[in-house]
T-cell receptor
Framework: QQQVKQSPQSLIVQKGGISIINCAYE??????FPWYQQFPGKGPALLIA?????SEKKEGRFTISFNKSAKQFSLHIMDSQPGDSATYFC???????????FGGGTRVLVKP | NAGVTQTPKFRVLKTGQSMTLLCAQD?????MYWYRQDPGMGLRLIHY???????AKGEVPDGYNVSRLKKQNFLLGLESAAPSQTSVYFC???????????FGSGTRLTVV
């Protein structure tokens, strides 16, 4: 049983377009929601994170939107670039427990 | 600053063989984790440690054992490898939840 469900599994977007990845969680005790970016042959790296006391967080071209009532959050990549081609993972955690539960991942390909 | 180092990077085992994966971090982090990554299933937590001498089970611990005798090292053991353990294994360490995980570059294990 996956506690964090991520969609789509893969995504192709043209350069300059918007990439949107969605995640839904079940455990209402989760209160920290990070996104990780993974390039081929590398380990994931923290990209951006949000807590449920805000509905949106933006860092450069990356934005997290959070809907607490729907138990959903999403990552938007604006002006997508070929260098953004990677696998993206959403995750969730209870702050006190530290352990992250990851979604299934989304492979994003940005075509030039 | 090496970060998190995993050895070996690749390994092929025969069913029933044993092996140990080594994770070493030089950042003085308290928390360390072992995840496995399988297509479409994201990263699933195998075991984790909240400090030297402590270990705990994660989501998929069966068939694995761990030890954390020294703060900087976290070892993952497979006593009798099975084809279902074919995966990419990632170790991560963490200073504190909102600092994010630092992942190693992974160990690709194939059990034939």
């Amino acid at each position: 049983q996956q506690q964090v469900k991520q969609s789509p599994q893969s995504l192709i977007v043209q350069k300059g377009g918007i990439s949107i990845i969605n995640c839904a969680y079940e455990n209402t005790a989760f209160d920290y929601f990070p996104w990780y970016q993974q390039f081929p042959g590398k380990g994931p790296a923290l990209l951006i994170a949000i807590r449920p006391d805000v509905s949106e967080k933006k860092e450069g071209r990356f934005t997290i939107s959070f809907n607490k009532s729907a138990k959903q959050f999403s990552l938007h990549i604006m002006d997508s670039q070929p260098g953004d081609s990677a696998t993206y993972f959403c995750a969730a955690s209870k702050a006190a427990g530290n352990k992250l539960t990851f979604g299934g991942g989304t492979r994003v390909l940005v075509k030039p | 600053n090496a970060g998190v180092t995993q050895t070996p990077k690749f390994r092929v085992l025969k069913t029933g063989q044993s092996m140990t994966l080594l994770c070493a971090q030089d950042m003085n982090h308290e928390y360390m984790y072992w995840y496995r990554q399988d297509p479409g299933m994201g990263l699933r937590l195998i075991h984790y440690s909240v400090g030297e001498g402590t270990t705990a089970k994660g989501e998929v611990p069966d068939g694995y054992n761990v030890s954390r005798l020294k703060k900087q090292n976290f070892l993952l053991g497979l006593e009798s490898a099975a084809p279902s353990q074919t995966s990419v294994y990632f170790c991560a360490s963490e200073k504190g939840l909102t600092y994010g995980y630092t992942f190693g570059s992974g160990t690709r294990l194939t059990v034939v």
